[in-house]
Each structure stands twice: as C-alpha cells, then as structure tokens.
C-alpha cells in the first residue's frame, strides 16, 4: 500500500504485477473519479448525471438536513471528525476513517444509513433523526447521492493540532534522565584515607581542587554527628562515654544500628517526607480550620520508614491504597496523601477551586514523585522541560474522581469528608472493647456522683458556688477526704 501511494510522488520499481494494479488504482484516484464498481452501471461517480428533480430533492430536502445536523462535525467549516468530509459526492464514496460512507451497489448496506438508523455508530450523537428525516436521506441515498456541482462544497484543509515539545536525544542524555548506575570507584593518590568507597568520591574531588581531608573526627565528635543525623536527638553522657570505652571494630555500627531501630528515626526522617507533600493539620486561608485525623498520616509515614517499608510499596499505598488487595489499615490511611493541601471551604468560583485543588495534587505529585515541574504546563507548554500542555491535563485525569474534600451541604466538613478506617473484623473487636469501656465509664460516674453528692453536704455556701467550677472539684475533694 506504501509502495502505491508513492508512485504518485515519487518513482519506484514493482513486480509486474503490483505495477499493473498500481497504475489502474492511481490513475482513477487522480481523474477524481470513484472505481467502477461503486459506480452505479459502472457509471464513474464524477460522470453522473443528475435529473432537474434530483438537483431539487437535494437542495430542498437533503441538505437543510445535512447542514441542521451533520455540518458542524462533518462540514466545510468544521474538524472532519473522523476524517469524513459530507459537502461533496466524491468525500462521500470515499469517506474517512471507517471507510466509504455511502456503497451505491447496495445502498441498504451503506454506512451513512446504518449511522442514522443507529445500527454501527450512533450519528447524531446528540439523538437518532426522526424517521422521516431518515427516510429522506435512504432515499437520497438510493438515488446515487446526487448532488448538483453548484451545491457542492470544498473540503476544508486538514487541521493539525499544534504539536507539543519533541523529546530529543539530548533531552534524555540530561542528567536527571538517565538511569541510574552504578559509577566506578575513583582511584585516589591517599587510599589510605578513605574508609569507604564514599570517602573515595569525596577523597578524589579534594584531590583535583588541591584540598586535602578533614583530620578524622574524635569519638565524642562521631558518636554526636551521628545522633543528630539520625535520630535528631543528642545523646546521653553515658551513651558516649560507653561508645568511648568500646573498642571492638564494630563499635560505630552497633551505634548506627541502635539509631536505625529506634522509633526517633522515623519521626526524624519522616518530617521530610511530610514537608514535601505539603503535610498540615489545618487547611489554611483565613479561617484554617482542622484537618481532622490528619495525624494518622503522619504516623503512617513514621511507621513506614521505622518499619523500613520498601518505598515503591510507600508510593503505592499514598497513590492508590484504597485500590489494593488485601486492604489494611495502612494502606487505607496512605490515601489521606490527597487531602493534605490548602482548602478553600467557601471559593466563589466552585469550578475553579476544583481545579485548583487538582493542580495541587499534580503539582505535589510530579515534584515529589517525579522530579518534574507538570504543574508549569497547566497553562501552556512547559518552558523548559519537554511536556506539553496537554500532558498536564492527561495527568490531571488521573485525579479528576478524586472527592478530595466534603462538599458544602447539611453534612459537616467533618460528616463529609471523613470516612470508616477499620477493616470488618478490626471493626467488631474495636466495638467489643469500646462496649467494655462504656460499661466501665458509666460505673466510674455513679461513683463520682455519689462521691460528689456526699461532699456537698460538708461544703460551705462559697465552697458550694466554687464547687460548680470543675477544676476546683478535685482540691475541695482533698480537704474533706
């Protein structure tokens, strides 16, 4: 088929065979004539002779019908959707992406009829034609789809959408591109110096600047550095002195260890996974009101990292939780990802806040994930990065069910946008036990009540008007007891 389209342009060579059917099928396309066999009586389309009554039917009848409800997607002045062009008889037979609209040796079979009658595609997409009108456009179809040569149209130029930012070879040899690899140690002129293949790297750049290493760090000095590097935390004097005392080759790693297992390293080290999306326990603007049970996230995030959670299963669950089988608690309480951005709770455009609140998911999403500005398409194409706009709002889509926030309506903020987060089973021990507790509170206050109707019999009258305060309660309690 490749080899026929280019014979028209450029001179190629063909068996004979296939040079035989090239030239019949090349010679008819550039005469602008249909091939015989979708000609009525083998008549060629462009030769047809149309009848005065013909000429009237279609001026009158066909197209006020075509131009009402088939013109605005297929007409001189619009996209040609599905390449399919209605405005001249030769666009017709040789239709557009579904093939020829119209087949004039079976007319019942032609798609254009099977579109109105709803039996393939459904045209118009906006309701089926009432049957009268279909019955014209069958009959006009039957006829040969004649259309006087005044009447017809020409076919619109093709519409190309702008194309967005190329990706280049050299786009994808930019450093942040490239996958990641494992790069070779460098040889240094002081090995002796570096105890790890990262003192190397370090070791070789100094060496190149003429620098030289910082003397080793004391002790006191390492077993702080790392502390505060991993935990955030100082340590105790006895921490360091028995790290000071202990001699064995692996002192610092016990050390290290020690830090990776204590639950100061996930809050440590979570608290910069919280900055980067956008963790708050209130929703900004001026009111900045709470974000209820926001704090379950930031535990979730510390339970990952002290957990050592792998971080693709991380993203997973912050993106999708809801989404995966089995589900748990966890990866329910990962989605609250969505709901960590500022909220407007009373916008005067509802529609835009909408997309404002989306933007700030993809923004978040594609700086934190990604690496990538998406967020610097949202209104045209990326400056700087090769993303087209339309890549944006592609990523947008993504997010586009997301009911980030309870809509403003008889149900609270709270009602709206907060939701069960315990499994079935979780569920049933959780109400056991909360029946439990209750039983116990409500022994608890008859208790208190009888303690407290009996202390009131002792109190004096301003001791009695004191007592109403419940903070005092509890010191007047004390006197009598």
């Not at 009402?68 to 062009?85: A, E, I, M």
């Not at 119209?102 to 309701?127: F, T």
Request: some cysteine.
């Amino acid at each position: 088929m490749t080899a026929c389209v280019l014979a028209t342009v450029l001179p190629c060579r063909l068996p004979a065979d296939d040079a035989a059917t090239t030239s019949t099928a090349t010679s008819s396309t550039a005469t602008g004539e249909t091939p015989a066999e979708n000609s009525p009586a083998g008549t060629p389309a462009a030769a047809q002779q149309i009848t005065a009554e013909q000429a009237e039917f279609y001026r009158t009848r066909v197209a006020p019908l075509l131009v009402q409800h088939c013109f605005s997607c297929h007409g001189p002045k619009s996209g040609l959707k599905g390449g399919l062009f209605l405005g001249s008889r030769q666009d017709i037979l040789t239709g557009g992406e579904s093939g020829a609209a119209v087949n004039l040796q079976q007319p019942g079979d032609s798609l254009l009829l099977k579109a109105i009658n709803h039996q393939s595609l459904e045209m118009p997409p906006k309701g089926k034609l009432p049957d009268e009108q279909i019955a014209i456009l069958t009959r006009w179809v039957e006829q040969g789809i004649p259309i006087p040569a005044a009447a017809e149209t020409k076919r619109p130029a093709a519409h190309r959408a702008p194309r967005g930012p190329e990706v280049t070879d050299e786009d994808r040899s930019f450093w942040s591109f490239r996958p990641v690899a494992n790069p070779p140690v460098p040889a240094v002129r002081q090995p002796e110096k570096a105890t790890s293949p990262i003192d190397r790297f370090i070791l070789a750049r100094l060496e190149a600047a003429g620098l030289e290493l910082n003397p080793p760090a004391s002790r006191q000095q390492l077993i702080r550095r790392a502390y505060y590097d991993l935990i955030g935390l100082p340590p105790t004097v006895e921490e360091v002195d028995a790290f000071v005392a202990d001699e064995s080759p692996d002192a610092f790693e016990k050390v290290v260890d020690q830090l990776l297992d204590s639950p100061h390293y996930g809050e440590k080290w979570g608290r910069h996974w919280l900055d980067l999306v956008r963790f708050a326990e209130s929703n900004s603007y001026e009111r900045d009101g709470s974000k209820p049970y926001a704090w379950r996230f930031r535990d979730y995030v510390i339970r990952s990292l002290n957990e050592d959670k792998p971080y693709t299963q991380f993203l997973r669950e912050q993106l999708a939780g809801d989404e995966l089988e089995p589900k748990t608690v966890d990866s329910l309480t990962a989605t609250g990802y969505y709901r960590l951005g500022v909220w407007d709770d009373e916008p005067v455009d509802p529609q835009q806040a909408l997309y404002d609140d989306l933007d700030d998911i993809v923004a978040t999403t594609s700086q934190v994930f990604l690496g990538l500005t998406l967020n610097c398409a949202r209104c045209h194409d990326h400056k700087i990065d090769p993303i087209p706009q339309k890549d944006y709002y592609r990523f947008v889509a993504f997010f586009n069910g997301i009911r980030r926030y309870g809509v403003r309506s008889h149900e609270s903020v709270e009602e709206a946008s907060v939701g069960p987060l315990a499994l079935d089973m979780a569920t049933e021990d959780r109400d056991t036990r909360n029946r439990e507790l209750e039983r116990e509170l409500t022994s608890l206050n008859r208790k208190i009540s009888e303690i407290e109707r009996k202390l009131q019999t002792l109190l004096t009258p301003p001791e009695k008007e004191d007592f109403k305060a419940a903070e005092v309660r509890l010191d007047l309690a004390r006197k009598y007891s």
